[in-house]
Nanobody
Framework: QVQLVESGGGLVQAGGSLRLSCAAS????????MAWFRQAPGKEREFVAA????????SYKDSVKGRFTISRDNAKNTVYLQMNSLKPEDTAAYYC????????????????????WGQGTQVTVSS
């Protein structure tokens, strides 16, 4: 069983920054890609960013490219999401998730490809 615990959310003004963390349990963390999704009230959960197990490959939602950076520290079993130049439309609950199958992949956007999810951390950006 894998547990994912997010932290780092909060209230920030537009243009500000936040760094989200997701700590994972388990001994095979580096074998699995990880991703961040978000869900605003009344909207579907959407892909934000993903990173391969080694950290060598990343993928981003178009609207966050150049503002958000995903990274991981496999020694600490932790994945991060650095969010800069935040906008009110970034307001949502942010969830980290683990890909269901290890190894190489080229697509990251579907929530159905993930088997473990954290409980979420709220990010609110005021205008």
């Amino acid at each position: 069983q894998v547990q994912l615990v997010e932290s780092g959310g909060g209230l920030v003004q537009a243009g500000g920054s936040l760094r989200l963390s997701c700590a994972a349990s388990g001994r095979t963390f580096s074998s699995y890609g990880m991703a961040w999704f978000r869900q605003a009230p009344g909207k579907e959960r959407e892909f934000v960013a993903a990173i391969s197990g080694s950290g060598s490959s990343t993928s981003y939602k178009d609207s966050v490219k150049g503002r958000f950076t995903i990274s991981r520290d496999n020694a600490k079993n932790t994945v991060y999401l650095q969010m800069n130049s935040l906008k009110p439309e970034d307001t949502a609950a942010y969830y980290c998730a683990r890909v269901a199958t290890p190894g190489y992949r080229t697509t990251w956007e579907s929530p159905w490809d993930y088997d473990y999810w954290g409980q979420g951390t709220q990010v609110t950006v005021s205008s």
